[in-house]
Nanobody, 117 residues
């Protein structure tokens, strides 16, 4: 499974960004997917997950501001980030699970999100 994240950038506080993750490879078949982030000096944090069937879960830190979605026909996952805060600044990674109930067995490269005025 290969995962390619894109869409990061510099945004002002209160702004929005949409991250995309393209999945490919013979091992990918609508697997569960997730988005994590890692800020400098901090541990990686799983912020949003979406199951094969579309069930979603969010970390408290992003609940109500971030929305994860997927397009199974295109093997894509997205993370819509609204009302961004400086503390959302991090490298964001997409991931996929190898089997049921798992979300982080495969990782893509990160994409930098910087929230600053």
């Amino acid at each position: 499974v290969q995962l390619q994240a894109s869409g990061g950038g510099l945004v002002q506080p209160g702004g929005s960004l949409r991250l995309s993750c393209a999945a490919s490879g013979s091992g990918f078949d609508g697997n569960n997917m997730g988005w994590s982030r890692q800020a400098p000096g901090k541990q990686r944090e799983l912020v949003a997950t979406i199951s094969r069937g579309g069930d979603t879960n969010y970390a408290d830190s992003v609940k109500g501001r971030f929305t994860i979605s997927r397009d199974n026909a295109k093997n894509m996952a997205y993370l819509q980030m609204n009302s961004l805060k400086p503390e959302d600044t991090a490298v964001y990674y997409c991931s996929a699970g190898a089997r049921r109930y798992r979300f982080t067995d495969y990782w893509g490269q990160g994409t930098q999100v910087t929230v600053s005025s």
